[in-house]
């Protein structure tokens, strides 16, 4: 039988709605799980467990009487440290902003906490969503829990190292070029970059406008669907926001994948960015096993890698200069080093280069949408590696690069990525990516979750 902290969102939901444990049981487990591996991974610079375990006993006293107000009432769901929450600080992880305190909760934090969600920490990540693991900041990097001497994968570098490590059950990452599956390809876990505009950003620190979204990181692909669902919504406050009704994405999660044609993208990991070995053999063997459980696998062509990473690359260097100019202008010494130095070219880039880059990637966008007009789904490398050591720059700096997460920030298509493997030399998780057409985030799921059951992954835990 499972210990407490080990239990996902559903199972946690259903014990607690059995009446097996309560809200504040749970959270105590997790607690104590937190006490026990937390030093090794450092996922956490602002612990809230106290504040986190009033709400848990309100929550514990409304379930009792009445029942649960949804499957996520009572449970713990922790925040990046760039998402608001209500009186503490957003600090970024820099300390130019260790005093940003907050008087409101984000629109995301709201609508969970409308359903009854709890937040017992704000997480670590890489300074302003954008930096690295680094060194001279007010916290210390997170960790991989697999080995935390590797690299967790970043931005939300906190929020993949919790979950892995079973201190949460889940969390909330954000991603502008990769950065909510990157973590959870580094550290086994399943994160989703739903359709741009189909969560709101209000009350998140931004990076980059036009390329932003907020998306949950979970240990499966049923607890990511179900908190998706909390998190989804229209908000008439968020320019960027879609107006699109949330679904029950759990919906298709049964169906399994006959009468699906998944696009397998190979030329992303095998000629435009060469994956490693294990990496490339790992994708293959994934695909064959879609193939055997029903999917037809068709070979599709997009754009190379290097032209989505290069609109990538202009479109958030001039984004986020036009959030930072100023401090980058009075404060250059308050940030990391490596965020400076990552930040510091969006103030040479010209206003040509954006408009260009934004008339390309309409460009990408169409070739993206007509990929889908012959295939339902795409299957994509994430990760090009597995995660490098956390102490060595240079090897951040090469392998950061290598993964195939871009495109679809650039296009705005919903991605999730999620664990194929397991690499015999350094026992780090192997990852794949699957894409879906805008507001297709259900049939995502369905293709996740058949993978999920069909491959021997998913009950794998790092040994912290």
């Not at 990496?279 to 055997?292: P, R």
């Not at 390309?360 to 299957?379: I, M, S, Y």
Request: charged fraction near 20%.
């Amino acid at each position: 039988m499972k210990a407490l902290h080990e239990l996902s969102l559903t199972e946690a939901s259903a014990g607690i709605a059995r009446r097996r444990f309560s809200p504040v049981e749970y959270l105590d487990a997790l607690h104590a799980r937190a006490e026990d591996v937390g030093g090794k991974v450092n996922a956490i610079v602002r612990p809230l467990w106290d504040e986190a375990r009033e709400q848990a006993v309100k929550a514990g006293r409304r379930i009792a009487r009445s029942g649960p107000r949804s499957a996520l009432d009572g449970l713990p769901v922790g925040l990046k440290d760039i998402i608001d929450i209500a009186g503490h600080p957003t600090t970024c992880h820099s300390r130019i902003l260790l005093d940003n305190q907050k008087s409101a909760d984000a629109a995301v934090v709201a609508r969970l906490r409308a359903v009854g969600a709890i937040f017992p920490a704000k997480l670590a990540t890489h300074e302003f969503a954008i930096g690295g693991p680094a060194f001279d900041l007010p916290f210390p990097p997170a960790r991989n829990p697999w080995n935390p001497a590797h690299h967790p994968g970043g931005s939300s570098s906190g929020s993949g190292a919790a979950v892995g490590a079973n201190i949460l059950p889940a969390a909330l990452g954000t991603d502008t070029g990769g950065s909510v599956r990157h973590p959870a390809s580094h550290c086994g876990i399943v994160g989703m970059k739903a359709t741009y505009g189909l969560v709101s950003r209000r009350g998140v620190f931004p990076l980059a406008f036009t390329l932003d979204h907020v998306g949950p990181m979970t240990r499966t692909v049923a607890d990511n669907a179900l908190l998706l669902g909390m998190m989804a919504g229209h908000d008439a406050l968020d320019p960027g926001s879609a107006a699109h009704k949330p679904e029950n994405y759990a919906r298709q999660m049964k169906k399994g994948l006959r009468g699906l044609t998944i696009g397998y993208v190979r030329h992303f990991h095998e000629a435009d960015q060469p994956a490693s070995a294990e990496m490339a053999a790992a994708l293959e063997t994934a695909a064959k096993l879609l193939a055997k459980e029903g999917a037809k696998i068709k070979t599709i062509t997009l754009p190379s890698l290097n032209e989505f990473a290069g609109v990538n690359r202009a479109i958030l260097m001039a984004e986020a200069a036009a959030i930072h100019g100023k401090w980058l202008r009075e404060r250059p010494g308050d940030y990391a080093h490596l965020t400076l130095r990552r930040l510091l070219p969006g103030l040479f880039m010209r206003a040509e280069d954006y408009v260009q880059a934004q008339r390309r990637r309409r460009e990408l966008v169409a070739a993206v949408e007509a990929a889908f007009a012959e295939v339902d789904l795409l299957l994509t490398a994430s990760s090009m590696d597995v995660a490098c050591k956390i102490d060595d720059p240079e090897a951040v700096d090469l392998t950061y690069p290598r993964q195939a997460r871009t495109p679809f920030n650039v296009t705005g298509h919903p991605a999730l990525t999620m664990m194929c493997g397991i690499s015999k030399l350094e026992g780090l998780p192997l990852s794949l990516q699957l894409v879906g057409p805008s507001f297709g985030e259900a049939a995502i799921y369905r293709a996740a979750a058949a993978y999920e059951r069909a491959a021997p992954w998913k009950d794998l835990h790092p040994a912290l």
